[in-house]
């Protein structure tokens, strides 16, 4: 059974840090797109970052592109996302979300909330 669970949201003021990490359970990075999604409120969720190791493929929307980095902790298990300069208009609720190659099925974890303001 396939598991997400993120964590590492939070308080920051703008031009600060946090990282995320999502504990992937039931699946391998290798045979699995893994992606960093958030929605806003009041807004549809979107895509913030994704990857495909097995391509060596890592994508950013235009919005987070030298500030946010997608890695792997192979030892953990986890999916990491290094969020920099943060401003107030990424605060968000931020999800991992995992699809596997040949099936196309998809997973969600609950989200974890990242509050930017000061």
């Known amino acids: 059974q396939v598991q997400l669970v993120e964590s590492g949201g939070g308080w920051v003021q703008p031009g600060g840090s946090l990282k995320l990490s999502c504990v992937a359970s039931?699946?391998?990075?290798?045979?699995?797109?893994m992606r960093w999604y958030r929605q806003a409120p009041g807004k549809e969720r979107e895509l913030v970052a994704r990857?495909?190791?097995?391509?060596?493929?890592?994508d950013y929307a235009d919005y987070v592109k030298g500030r946010f980095t997608i890695s792997r902790d192979n030892a953990k298990n986890t999916v990491d996302l290094q969020m920099n300069s943060l401003k107030p208009e990424y605060t968000a609720v931020y999800y991992c979300?995992?699809?596997?190659?040949?099936?196309?099925?998809?997973?969600w974890g609950k989200g974890t909330l990242v509050t930017v303001s000061s």
């Open positions: 979300h995992a699809q596997f190659y040949a099936s196309g099925t998809e997973y």
């Open positions: 990857a495909r190791w097995a391509d060596g493929i890592r």
């Open positions: 039931g699946l391998t990075f290798s045979s699995s797109f």
